[in-house]
């Protein structure tokens, strides 16, 4: 019998996913274990809520997909967070192509998505930084978020973004840079 989210590692589920017999109630608690911490990095990446809602769906029909062919070779986590990060990114991309914003407009998305937030609030620090996580570049943006947000290691991040730690350290140095001059030009 599966016991609750925090009683079983993740080599014991994916075991469990691998026999007809346990696979729902194991795929069941993979979602129970991971489903917020995944919601909130796809969240900051997509910014709105609804459409957080739907990517984190696409990501847990891949992974109950793809969960048979999981090789190991990375922790469970990491994969889940890569399949995360690029189920984001490919519906980012989809918006930006169906929306009207102009080439020259396109690095603004984010940022234009953000400020259309009803709660939004320019005065309120987090919004703030908020706003100055939306400028960055596309990558920088997932590494600061990675970082700063979910206190992913390097070592980890080059897994789900698969790239060096050095590339990944030089992308958060520059992303923390332009934060810090973004709110203080604020």
Known sequence: MIGTKDLIDDTEL??????KQSRE???KVLVEKYRQRLYWHIRRMVIVHTDADDVI???FIKVWKNLDGFREESNLYTWLYRIATNESLAWIARQKKFSSVSIDAEDDFVLQRLQADRDFDPKKIEWKLQQAVATLPEKQRTVFNLR????MPYVEMSEVLETSVGALKASYHHAVKKVED?????
């Open 57 to 59: 769906q696409n990501v």
């Open 182 to 186: 973004y709110i203080k030009a604020g």
């Open 25 to 27: 109630r194991a795929f």
């Open 148 to 151: 700063y947000f979910d206190e």
């Open 14 to 19: 994916i075991v469990l996913f691998k026999v």
